[in-house]
């Protein structure tokens, strides 16, 4: 594991779902935060799920296009087959309950 990199076996962070990959197109959380004036603790459940509700993503895009982050509509979208895909978030629940 990279350092600096803490996961929560409770709630792993899928490193290659969409949300991670836009988080680390801005510098990682912080810096995705920082960029969104968010809470990290609110970025940091869209790394938990994976996924960013699509409400955010106009105004995520502007911050890309502020910062001169490259970020395309497409990486909002989870495009690997689904054996390489982490468990979703029901099968998280489940494993947890």
């Known amino acids: 594991m990279p350092r600096g990199v803490r996961t929560n076996p409770k709630n792993p962070i899928d490193r290659g779902a ?5 988080a680390d197109k801005f ?20 790394l938990v799920k994976g996924t960013i509700d699509g409400k955010y993503h106009d105004a995520i ?3 890309a296009k502020a910062r001169a982050v490259r ?3 497409t990486d909002f979208v989870d495009t690997r087959p689904q ?13 947890t309950a």
């Open 18 to 22: 969409p949300a991670s990959v836009i």
């Open 27 to 46: 510098g990682g959380l912080k810096a995705f935060a920082t960029a969104l004036d968010m809470a990290q603790s609110s970025v940091h459940r869209w």
């Open 71 to 73: 970020l395309k509509a």
């Open 83 to 95: 054996e390489q895909r982490g468990p979703s978030t029901i099968e998280l629940e489940a494993a």
């Open 61 to 63: 895009m502007a911050a």
